[in-house]
Every structure is written in structure tokens, then in C-alpha cells.
């Protein structure tokens, strides 16, 4: 695994994962019907440790200027709501494992195919001025000033790639992926459960099941 730096762990810890030889099965089930069971209690309120974790989950990103509220708000909220609405995207097993797993620990995760970015390391830091990138395929895109950003890193370039909001549309999974690397966003000072090192062990149980390798770090 290429090296990770996160210049915000006293804020933010960044659980990192890389699959290699991930398979995209279009029938891909989850494991002891997993995801039918999380929609189904999704559609109950939050527990009030849940709601807490949400909400620090936020609280890590009010860096500088940076508000994580509307549409700046984590990725994992729209989950949540879309899951209360029986509206759970379902897009290829990459991205699915990837939803399931944040939407079950309520935590942001970024998810981008390694293949389509040069990278040597990648490295974790606040968006600048003028730093931005394309999210979607219409062309819009997001300001990253004082935003958590994943950059990749090439021979001292560094290329933004994902947040905890939204992920570049260069970088994103499609069918043609077959390595990726994901990024769950932790809120350092939380501590108990739910524990990133749990995390990270559901997110390769799941990708193992369709990678010919899996590795995982915290930063």
C-alpha cells in the first residue's frame, strides 16, 4: 500500500483501504441478508449514541471556514435519508459495499478507482483557495476551501480526489474497475463504539469476498 499522510489526525483519523482485483458481480449478495436487515432498521430513528456519533462526525469538519450543514453536510446523512425513503442507491458492488458500510456506522467514507489518478502516496489536509474539483458528470463542481481533502500524490503533485461530501467524477468506480481505495472519515476524539478498527474489519470481510487482496491502515 502506498504511504498515507494525514496532516489532521489530531481532528480527523482516516481509515484507508485498497482492494486489488475487485470483481464488480452484478449479483453480488451481502452476506446473511446484511443489507436488507440495515435498511429495514434505518427506518427507525437513531439511537442516541448514533445521533451523537452523526453529529461529531460533522463537528470534525468545521475547519476554518468550512460549515457542514446543507448541502456541505457528510455523505453519510444523504444515506441515511435516502434509506428512510426506501431510495438506497445500488451501483456497482464497490460502491455498494461502500454505502452499506457507511450507512451502517453512520460515517462518511470516500471510495475512487486507483487506476484513474497517478499516485505515489496520497495525503489527507484542509482545500485551499481555488482548489476544486468536477463531482458529477454534468461538470458542477465543488469548492474545497477548508474542506477535508484526499489528494493523490505524484512526484509532489498533489491532485484532489475525494472529500467526506462528495468524490471527484474522474475517480469514480465503474464497470471497468478493478483497484480501489476508500477512506473513512473518524472523528479523533470520539471514543467506544462505534470503533473505526471495527470499520475497517467489516469493510474487508466484504471486500474480500470479491478482491483477490484487501489491506487496511489508520492514519
Known sequence: MEPVTNILEDRIRIGFVR????????????????LDQLLEHRKQPLTEREDAFRKACRDMMRIGTYKPTGRGKPASEYLLRAASEDAFPRINTAA???????????????????????????LFRPGKEAEEFV????????SLLDLVTGFAVKDGLETPIVTPVKD???????????NIAAAVYYPAEWTGKPALEDMLSEFTELLDMVSEKTEKGIF
Open 19 to 34: 482492494a486489488y482485483g475487485i470483481r464488480l458481480e452484478q449479483d453480488f449478495q451481502f452476506p446473511d441478508n446484511r
Open 96 to 122: 455498494d459495499i461502500n454505502n452499506y458500510v457507511s450507512l451502517a456506522w453512520i460515517a462518511p467514507i470516500s471510495l475512487w478507482d486507483t487506476d484513474r489518478v497517478d499516485a505515489d502516496s496520497w
Open 168 to 178: 471527484c467524477q474522474q475517480t469514480k468506480t465503474d464497470a471497468e474497475t478493478r
Open 135 to 142: 463531482f458529477n458528470p454534468s461538470g458542477q463542481t465543488i
